[in-house]
């Protein structure tokens, strides 16, 4: 009988589950990589990203700036992983004993993973010298390449069915071990190794995030702000807005609705329901940022900056 031919709707159906199960996963990981950035970007001028009500989407849209380079370094990696793949089998192959040197690797292979994955413990116990450079990425560096060598171990052994020879009674000689027929052991241990190679990654980036996100802080406030928009606020109310170059004026014109102008801001950000406003010449812990609603009673007028 001829297999049935799956049809347009069905294959339409298959491929968008897929695609469905894909972002399911692939969101709260955008999630996770935008808020540790968006928090460390925040906490740099003293504000906690939590309380600003940002949504799931708006965290997701951050995520593009700390994840870029990690993304662009792994698809390096794995493709000189994919070229390199089958170099051992092929060096092997030009030995005089083939089975032996593949051992020789696997041994290799298998005892520096072991040995770098071992790594991460003994800092958590010892800890690490604070002049070691990269220190901060030590640990989930040694869980993710840790996994890799132990699974690509584990992978060559299972994927070689004369690795480990068993006697033969015909005159000693040495003869293909039989492949076993349960490989519950090695799928359990290759799931095992799959879930701490990943934890690894997110931790990793994770501190890539942050990172990225305090440094493009220090370096819009080592900028001087200068791109941002100038904000002039106009209030019914007094708003206590304060710093160096801000200009507070009291309105005592009879008639005009706003009170009260303040000047010599520039905008940080916004939200849905805020504008964070900063002084032209903010610095960190002296300054302030300014909430300032979106109200009525308030009217906020911004002008680009033009810098030549």
Known sequence: MGQVEPTPLKSAVTIAGALASQAAVLVPVLFYFGAVYTRAWYGYFGLDSGLLGYSVNDFVRRSVTPTFWPVILAMVLLLILLAARKLPLEVARRTRNEPRALRVWYVTMLASGVAVLAIAPSIRIFGVPSWFPLNDYLM?????????????????????????????????????????????????????????????????????????????????????????????????????????????????????KYRYYYGGLRLLDRTADAYLLIPQKWQARRDRVFIVPRADTIRIDISATHNN
């Open 140 to 256: 989930p560096g040694s869980i993710v390449l840790g996994s890799v060598l132990i699974g690509y171990a584990v992978t060559l052994n299972s994927n070689t069915p004369n690795l480990w020879p068993a006697p033969s009674p015909d005159r000693g000689r040495l003869r293909p071990r039989p492949r076993a027929s349960n490989q519950s052991p090695t799928i359990v241990l290759m799931i095992a190794l799959f879930t701490l190679g990943l934890a690894g990654t997110l931790w990793g980036v994770g501190v890539f995030a942050a990172e990225q996100g305090l440094r493009d802080a220090r370096d819009l406030a080592k900028g001087g702000f200068h791109d941002q928009p100038s904000v002039i606020v106009w209030s019914v109310d007094a708003l206590g807005m304060d710093g160096p170059d801000v200009e507070a004026t009291e309105i005592g014109t009879p008639g005009e």
